[in-house]
């Protein structure tokens, strides 16, 4: 008895394990969170155990999975609500220099390391694909719809799901899914209507900007800093919800906040979203570096756009970044 129990159990891995990296990403376009979309795939993995008896074929195990994972993610939202970002809570703050502070009740929205995403590497058309439907703007964006706008959308304009099968989750009618999508694209371009720049990480270009970014933040030096915004950039960073847009509020409050001085930083580079990103180290009375912050960085005509410094150092780890830095 045991032993059969093992053998099935080792059986059905095999059977989903191939579909593991795909549904963690659906799971956090839905959630906008990487530690509540590993929760919500355990969840679906567990679902699907319990149910793989009455599983006949009917469909295929991909959109089987996909139906148990979304109508998770459905519940979820149901009872956590969406995760913002600063910016998307209210106007932005015009006094740079006046304490911030945290709201950790709020659920925030998380970042995503690239490993995530579900891109055939073989493949430069899958890679674009994921990057563009991972990339932060677009997840924020999807946070304003309703679950099922949500849902319809990306299954619809990111899975390339035919609108019957979509119809068939629901329980409802092919016209009532078109009429969702609708609804859904017309509320994404209002929160989102502009699209990011996804140059490709070894864009000589941008490598050299990002490099000159992170030696600027090293060398404590702001005026270097500031040349590589734009004017209408912004910088957010979740806990806080207060969100700073233009190049003078960025740099009064780095030089107010941060007040790092020479050797005090470093950057690791990394990413997240299909978006270059850095893990910030701050040198602490032990003299090593310690996990900071994590930033997200939006790039558009050769300038940054955009910087979403996540203070949550939890999730130094998905991203494989170090526990710390040695000093020196």
Not at 136 to 164: N, T, Y
């Amino acid at each position: 008895m045991g032993n059969s129990t093992i053998e099935q159990d080792r059986a059905f891995q095999e059977l989903v394990d191939p579909y593991r990296r795909e549904l963690l990403a659906h799971c956090y376009r839905m959630l906008g969170s990487i530690h509540d979309a590993e929760d919500l795939l355990q969840e679906t993995y567990l679902r699907a155990w319990r149910s793989y008896d009455d599983f006949e074929g009917r469909s295929s195990l991909r959109t089987w999975l996909y139906r148990i994972a979304t109508n998770a993610c459905l519940t979820a939202i149901e009872q956590r609500g969406r995760r913002p970002m600063p910016s998307g809570l209210g106007a932005p703050t015009d006094e740079p220099e006046r304490p911030v502070f945290a709201s950790p009740e709020v659920p925030w929205l998380e970042p995503v390391p690239d490993t995530v995403l579900d891109a055939d590497p073989s493949d430069p058309a899958t890679i674009v694909a994921a990057r563009e439907s991972t990339r932060l703007a677009f997840i924020a964006a999807l946070q304003h719809l309703p679950a099922r706008q949500r849902v319809v959308l990306i299954l619809r304009d990111v899975l390339k799901w035919k609108a019957a099968e979509v119809a068939e989750l629901f329980d409802t009618s092919v016209a009532s899914v078109n009429s969702a999508l609708q609804r859904a694209r017309a509320q994404l371009e209002q929160a989102a209507p502009e699209r990011d720049e996804l140059a490709e990480p070894t864009d000589p270009e941008q490598r050299a900007l990002l490099e000159r970014y992170a030696r600027a933040f090293e060398d404590a030096d702001i005026a270097a800093l500031v040349e590589l915004f734009k004017q209408d950039a912004t910088w957010e960073m979740p806990p806080f919800p207060q969100w700073f847009s233009g190049i003078d509020h960025i740099a009064r409050l780095i030089a107010a906040q941060c007040a790092p001085s020479p050797g005090e930083l470093r950057m690791v580079p990394t990413a997240a979203n299909g978006q270059p990103a850095f893990g910030m180290y701050r040198r602490g009375p032990d003299g090593a570096y310690h996990p900071f912050q994590l930033e997200v960085v939006t790039i558009a005509g050769g300038r940054i756009s955009h910087v979403a410094a996540f203070l949550d150092t939890t999730l130094f780890p998905y991203f494989g970044l170090p526990e710390a830095l040695p000093a020196g």
